[in-house]
Nanobody, 120 residues
Framework: QVQLVESGGGLVQPGGSLRLSCAASGFTFSRYAMSWYRQAPGKARELVAAITNTEGSTNYPDSVKGRFTISRDNAKNTVYLQMNSLKPEDTAVYHC?????????????WGQGTQVTVSS
């Protein structure tokens, strides 16, 4: 059974930091590209960070570049999102995503999400 379980969310003041974790099970983690998305109320889901399965190349949108860092530990089947200099507009539910494309199908798994609230 595939599971992605996020943790580490919470309430933080503007300028603060949080580290999200996503523990994966039920699939071969090292073969999957991993990403973090977020969705705020009334807004579309937004990609905030992605990391490839092999080289560990990363990608960020301009809205979080320089503030967020994605990393992965294939030995622990876990992906992390370090968030620094948080802003109120970072408030959202953050979801972990695992994706792998083969010649025959696309594998696409999602976690339930963890709430991040940035407020004074």
């Amino acid at each position: 059974q595939v599971q992605l379980v996020e943790s580490g969310g919470g309430l933080v003041q503007p300028g603060g930091s949080l580290r999200l974790s996503c523990a994966a099970s039920g699939f071969t983690f090292s073969r999957y590209a991993m990403s973090w998305y977020r969705q705020a109320p009334g807004k579309a889901r937004e990609l905030v960070a992605a990391i490839t399965n092999t080289e560990g190349s990363t990608n960020y949108p301009d809205s979080v570049k320089g503030r967020f860092t994605i990393s992965r530990d294939n030995a622990k089947n876990t992906v992390y999102l370090q968030m620094n200099s948080l802003k109120p507009e970072d408030t959202a539910v953050y979801h972990c995503n695992a994706r792998r494309n083969t010649a025959f199908r696309e594998y696409d798994y999602w976690g339930q999400g963890t709430q991040v609230t940035v407020s004074s």
